[in-house]
């Protein structure tokens, strides 16, 4: 049984230096996870901000409503599909790179989520804040700046950590545009070898040993902030 598990791991890691798959896929799943978080923040605190400033002003009436289509359309179709739309579609005539699609495409859908985690920050602050905010003199753009979201930023960072994890596990779809992810590579392992067991639970105990680290990661960032409120 154990020389078998070892022959087998030889087979699907060493010969061939066939791990080189997983590792080259690893890099390329974080590569696109951390641009694709970045182009979310982005993307996120732009909509949350017209958004609550339309709540709040009813200003920015166009924007707003431009903001929720966005938000249905994202939100209400699946990820895969938007990668396969933003790849054989919008850019199926051009000659492109797979990696700035994928990290398009999942950063325009991690936007619309992390536009409500914004949002919702925004809208838990007590109005008692805007109103300290005109009694300093401040305008509604100072007082969102200064004092509504540095509180906001604050209250949501724990849920922007969840999100980065969510993230993390939605890109092993990425091998539908044939991009070699951390899922592809162990899915042309599993290719050349006819084994899938060994491949495929190598990558799914990557992903539980990433995700275990981030969910520790996020932990200790909720217990300073906490800490921080005492």
């Known amino acids: 049984m154990l020389q078998s598990l070892q022959d087998r791991f030889y087979i699907n ?4 230096d066939r ?9 390329t799943t974080l590569l696109v996870t951390f641009f694709a978080v970045l182009i979310g923040i982005v993307l996120g ?3 949350a901000a017209v958004r609550s400033t339309y709540d709040k002003t009813g200003k920015l009436k166009i924007l707003n409503i431009l903001c929720q289509i966005y938000l249905t359309v994202i939100r209400g179709t699946p990820v895969v599909v938007q990668l396969l739309i933003i790849y054989f579609v919008i850019f199926g005539s051009v000659n492109i790179e797979k990696v700035p699609v994928a ?7 991690s936007g619309a989520y992390v536009a409500e985690i914004f949002r919702s920050g925004i809208m838990s602050i007590d109005a008692g804040q805007f109103e300290a905010g005109r009694s300093l003199g401040f305008n509604y753009v100072q007082t969102m700046r200064y004092i509504i979201m540095p509180q906001a930023f604050k209250n949501v960072l724990p849920a922007l950590g969840n999100e980065f994890i ?16 951390l899922t592809k590579g162990g899915d042309i392992i599993r290719s050349r070898t006819y084994d899938a067991f060994m491949p495929l639970i190598a990558v799914a105990l990557i992903y539980l ?7 520790k990661l996020v932990n200790m960032l909720e217990r300073r902030l906490r800490n921080s409120d005492h």
């Open 166 to 181: 969510v993230l993390l596990k939605e890109t092993s779809v990425a091998g539908y545009i044939a991009l070699q992810d």
């Open 209 to 215: 040993a990433m995700v275990l680290i981030f969910t």
């Open 103 to 109: 990290i398009m495409a999942f950063g325009l859908n």
């Open 13 to 16: 890691f060493i010969k061939k």
């Open 45 to 47: 605190f732009l909509v």
């Open 19 to 27: 791990w080189v798959y997983i590792v080259d896929g690893l890099e």
